[in-house]
């Protein structure tokens, strides 16, 4: 069983920048790939960003490629999202998420954080 906790989101201004944190519990942690997503209000989920379990790989969506950057650092059990050149597109809740398969291309993912509200005013 893995919890997920994310923070670090906010209001911001087109432009701007946030880092968002995924704190995961757990001694398992360094074996699941872990994946940002999103969703805004009347929106489908997007899946945005993904690490391997090594932090080796990384996957990300076109809407965010060159402004966002997703890392993590297993000896603190934490995913991090980095997100500069922020647009009030880039508006939604932000979800963290565990994946047992380890690689980016997983499908499935199996544990999930309660979300973070990320605001970008224009």
């Known amino acids: 069983q893995v919890q997920l906790v994310e923070s670090g989101g906010g209001l911001v201004q087109a432009g701007g920048s946030l880092r968002l944190s995924c704190a995961a519990s757990?001694?398992?942690?360094?074996?699941?790939?872990m994946g940002w997503f999103r969703q805004a209000p009347g929106k489908e989920r997007e899946s945005i960003a993904r690490?391997?379990?090594?932090?080796?790989?990384?996957y990300y969506a076109d809407s965010v490629k060159g402004r966002f950057t997703i890392s993590r650092d297993n000896a603190k059990n934490t995913v991090y999202l980095q997100m500069n050149s922020l647009k009030p597109e880039d508006t939604a809740v932000y979800y963290c998420?565990?994946?047992?398969?380890?690689?980016?291309?997983?499908?499935?993912?199996?544990?999930w954080g309660q979300g973070t509200q990320v605001t970008v005013s224009s």
């Open positions: 998420a565990a994946s047992r398969a380890g690689h980016i291309t997983a499908e499935e993912y199996d544990y």
């Open positions: 757990g001694r398992t942690f360094s074996m699941y790939a």
């Open positions: 690490i391997n379990w090594s932090g080796g790989s990384t």
